[in-house]
């Protein structure tokens, strides 16, 4: 079955940076593009940005300069590093799939990532 | 930076019908904007209901239907359940990036 298991909660500092993982499984991976969203408490969904298997990126503008996407099609997992946390970054972050086209349906479980100093 | 609006919330009774909206800044939303629709309860990851503007997933209950509306999206449930009551968030694509709306909170009384 389709299976987007992302890595755990995180805390950092302000300043520091978080490298969060999503391991894809159950399909084959480079036929879907990945999406990163994140969700602040009691907020709504953000787009922060898309990845594609050949590792081509489109970030929100929000968030360029600040986040990277990469890819590793060997191990079906995506990375995102977001740097110089600050504390409204706190946020459950969100991976996602989309076929080619508009069609999104799986998400992973999502990852709480807390910045407090 | 489009915004994508929704209405805050909405009230149904069991059995009833209610219609969500979706609009876009920009102007009339279209097919060309690829409109999703995704369901979430509280503590849960998003669980996508509707793509393609009018497109059930395999595990979508078919009292759920996607459309455009007066130049909006729009989901539309019918015979709406008392496990309906969630989040309701659209997702549009703008010029190569995507935007959610800010999300309709749905009660069913």
């Known amino acids: 079955q389709v299976q987007l298991v992302q890595s755990g909660a995180e805390v950092r500092k302000p300043g520091a940076s978080v490298k969060l993982t999503c391991k894809a499984s159950?399909?084959?991976?480079?036929?879907?593009?990945t999406h990163w969203v994140r969700q602040a408490p009691g907020q709504g969904l953000e787009w922060m940005g898309i990845?594609?298997?050949?590792?081509?990126?489109n970030y929100a503008q929000k968030f360029q300069g600040r986040v990277t996407m990469t890819t590793d099609t060997s191990t079906s997992t995506v990375y995102m590093e977001l740097r110089s946390l600050r504390s409204e970054d706190t946020a459950v972050y969100y991976c996602?799939?989309?076929?080619?086209?508009?069609?999104?349906?799986?998400w992973g479980q999502g990852a709480l990532v807390t910045v407090s100093s | 930076q489009t915004v994508v609006t929704q209405e805050p919330s909405l009230t149904v009774s069991p059995g009833g019908t209610v219609t969500l909206t979706c609009a876009a800044s920009t102007g009339a939303v279209t097919s060309g904007n690829y409109p999703n629709w995704f369901q979430q309860k509280p503590g849960q990851a998003p669980r996508a209901m509707i793509y393609?503007?009018?497109k059930r997933h395999s595990w979508t209950p078919a009292r759920f239907s996607g459309s455009l509306l007066g130049g909006k999206a729009a989901l539309t449930l019918s015979g709406v359940q008392s496990e309906d009551e969630a989040e309701y968030y659209c997702?549009?694509?703008?010029?190569?990036?995507?935007?959610f709306g800010g999300g309709t909170k749905l009660t069913v009384l």
């Open positions: 393609l503007t009018t």
């Open positions: 996602a799939r989309e076929f080619v086209g508009g069609y999104w349906d799986y």
């Open positions: 997702l549009l694509s703008v010029g190569g990036a995507w935007v």
């Open positions: 990845i594609i298997p050949s590792g081509s990126t």
């Open positions: 159950g399909y084959t991976f480079t036929t879907y593009y």
